[in-house]
């Protein structure tokens, strides 16, 4: 991410109200339906401050999501410090469904933006899948998980239930999705028999 020159602190408190408001219409469902000029009047400051801090609707929602991004990498870094490499793993990715279900708007706005093959959220989606990576590897190190199947797999099982969440029951199912990729990732001896055999078998059948 580009560094900038810090801002003054009415400059500041500017920008945050904004992406106060930015949020809470991400959240309503509304990102594209209000006029870019309306979110400096519901924020509180005048047109000409969105624009100065955020030139377009796309370079507003993407400092939202830089800032979500930025929150969920802190939260995956204080589980990995302070909870056994399985539950921190464990927490982390139960913890994304409940943000999902609570920031549904957001995920919806999101997945529009990121059609457009958007720089800067690929480059939010990279950090987030890094925190995955090291949680998974922290997990792997313990021998409390397998070491044959990466973050992204872990990340495309998230995106799966994100896509997901106009599903009836999504909430429900979305829990029994992670349930199943905890399951299949922690390691067990009967298991790495099983995939032996398995392998074994398909082997025969070349």
């Not at 500041?12 to 990102?31: C, I, M, P, T, Y």
């Not at 802190?74 to 056994?84: I, V």
């Not at 706005?109 to 989606?125: I, P, Y």
């Not at 106009?166 to 199943?180: H, K, M, Q, Y």
């Amino acid at each position: 991410m580009n560094s900038a020159k810090p801002l003054r602190a009415d400059a500041q408190r500017n920008r945050e109200a904004l992406l106060a408001k930015a949020r809470e219409v991400f959240d309503a469902g509304g990102f594209f339906d209000l006029r870019f000029d309306d979110f400096a009047r519901l924020a509180g400051v005048g047109t000409g401050t969105l624009y100065r801090h955020f030139p377009t609707r796309e370079a507003l929602a993407e400092a939202v999501y830089h800032e979500e991004v930025a929150t969920l990498c802190d939260r995956a870094r204080q589980l990995q410090a302070t909870l056994p490499a399985e539950e921190a793993l464990a927490t982390f990715l139960r913890g994304m469904v409940g943000y999902m279900d609570a920031h549904q708007g957001l995920a919806r706005t999101l997945a529009t933006l990121m059609a457009t093959g958007s720089g800067a959220l690929a480059e939010g989606s990279r950090a987030l899948e890094q925190a995955v990576t090291d949680l998974v590897a922290a997990a792997v190190k313990d021998g409390a998980v397998r070491d044959d199947v990466g973050a992204g797999a872990v990340m495309m099982a998230l995106h799966g239930i994100g896509a997901a969440h106009d599903r009836p029951g999504w909430r429900a199912e979305a829990d029994g999705v992670i349930t199943l990729v905890l399951d299949g990732l922690r390691r067990s001896h009967s298991g790495d028999g099983q995939r032996e055999h398995e392998q074994e078998s398909v082997g025969e059948l070349k």
